[in-house]
């Protein structure tokens, strides 16, 4: 089992929609969670970080975040072309130990459909 | 100009050739990574360094060496290249403890593809 899953798509929405991107992970200490979107061909960005249980929402996108189902999620409202890019779960053990101990998704490809 | 500057961005080499890929960066963070990453395996890490004196290994760091040469810069080494290193390699920053939550943001670089053949 991966300590990080998420589906690997294509995820496919039409412009306007909402998209719903999901990930689970498997180290029940975990304490900070992260979605990254990678461009094609481009490096990842951070574009939303969450702690705890409940939901942290930051303009058109929303984390959810359960531990005891151990699930993380991230919605994109209003979905446009420009969002059309792969999305990366992270999870870190700790509350601030930075990349090493960072572990990444494969990422989820979200296809937005003019 | 990027916060984290790779080179070369592209490079095609021979299999048993030496190639090393530098990393430079202004955000003043002591703590470097080096990660690679494949189709449907994301994004592993090499090395990591927290300051110029320390090295640590990541989760797949065989077949590859690295130097903290200051604190702004970090290079990953292949000393005898393999076809299945070809991969996109990510050089990569962040804040150390203390600094809030901001010490887990990873910042990464443009990204270095290697084609290994």
């Known amino acids: 089992q991966k300590e990080v899953e998420q589906n690997s798509g294509p995820l496919s929405v039409p412009e306007g929609a909402i998209a719903s991107l999901n990930c689970t992970y498997s180290d029940r200490v975990s304490q900070s969670f992260f979605w990254y979107r990678q461009y094609s061909g481009k490096s990842p960005e951070l574009i939303m970080s969450i702690y705890s249980n409940g939901d942290k929402e930051d303009g058109r996108f929303t984390a959810q975040l359960n531990k005891a189902s151990q699930y993380v999620s991230l919605l994109i409202r209003d979905s446009q072309p420009s969002d059309s890019a792969t999305y990366l779960c992270?999870?870190?053990?700790?509350?601030?130990?930075?990349?090493?101990?960072?572990?990444f998704g494969a990422g989820t490809r979200l296809f937005v459909k003019a | 100009d990027a916060d984290v500057t790779q080179t070369p961005r592209n490079r095609i080499t021979k299999t048993g050739k030496r190639i090393m890929l530098e990393c430079s960066q202004t955000k003043g963070h002591d703590r470097m990574y080096w990660y690679r990453q494949d189709p449907g395996l994301g994004l592993r890490l090499i090395y990591y360094?927290?300051?110029?004196?320390?090295?640590n290994k990541g989760e797949i760091s065989d077949g590859y060496s690295v130097s903290r040469q200051a604190q702004a810069k970090f290079s990953l080494s292949l000393e005898s290249a393999i076809p299945n290193q070809t991969a996109l390699y990510f050089c990569?920053?962040?804040?150390?403890?203390?600094?809030?939550?901001?010490?887990?943001?990873?910042?990464f670089g443009e990204g270095s593809w290697l084609t290994v053949v």
């Open positions: 990569a920053t962040s804040d150390r403890p203390g600094t809030g939550r901001t010490g887990n943001t990873i910042y």
């Open positions: 992270a999870v870190n053990r700790g509350p601030n130990t930075g990349g090493f101990k960072t572990i």
């Open positions: 360094s927290f300051d110029v004196k320390d090295i």
